[in-house]
């Protein structure tokens, strides 16, 4: 029993920082594109919209991917870009009065600022699976006999 809690515990944790990491990135999209903006200044509107777009992300998203796999696989995945500003269309429909997308050009620069700035931020605070390894190796040693490695160099 104690290990399944420590699990939900941890998958707990999870969520929560995708929802802050997801809230902190709406708050950039905000501040950035002049035609996404909240009626509210509290902090109320965008944790609710990010959670809101956390939610049709897991739901929704999933969907439109397979019907736009076409487009998707076409356009080499930029497409997923349109699929992210409609859900931040949808979600501006959604929550009309306190938050607002004016125009689709707003939401697909403010999909590419989303997806931007949660991607730096799950991949500063490990929250993905992605990892970054740069390693130095030395070169290969593939002298043969009778040579003195003194031969034309080419640098790429």
């Not at 991949?123 to 990892?131: F, K, M, S, V």
């Not at 070169?139 to 003195?148: A, E, I, L, T």
Request: proline share 7%; glycine share 8%; hydrophobic share 55%.
């Amino acid at each position: 029993m104690q290990i399944e809690t420590k699990s939900e515990a941890k998958k707990v944790l999870q969520f929560v920082k995708n929802w802050v990491i997801c809230t902190l990135a709406v708050l950039v999209a905000v501040k950035v594109v002049g035609g996404i903006h909240f009626r509210d200044p509290g902090l109320l509107p965008p944790v609710l919209t990010a959670l809101l777009l956390g939610i049709l992300n897991a739901f929704i998203r999933p969907i439109l991917v397979i019907f736009a796999l076409p487009l998707l696989i076409l356009t080499l995945g930029l497409f997923m870009l349109v699929i992210n500003a409609l859900m931040l269309c949808f979600v501006s429909w959604l929550m009309n009065p306190y938050f607002q997308v004016d125009t689709f050009g707003a939401a697909l620069l403010g999909a590419l600022i989303i997806s931007l700035i949660s991607g730096a931020l799950n991949l500063l605070t490990g929250n993905t699976n992605a990892r970054i390894t740069v390693q130095r190796r030395p070169p290969p040693s593939n002298k043969r006999p009778g040579d003195d490695g003194n031969g034309p160099v080419i640098d790429v």
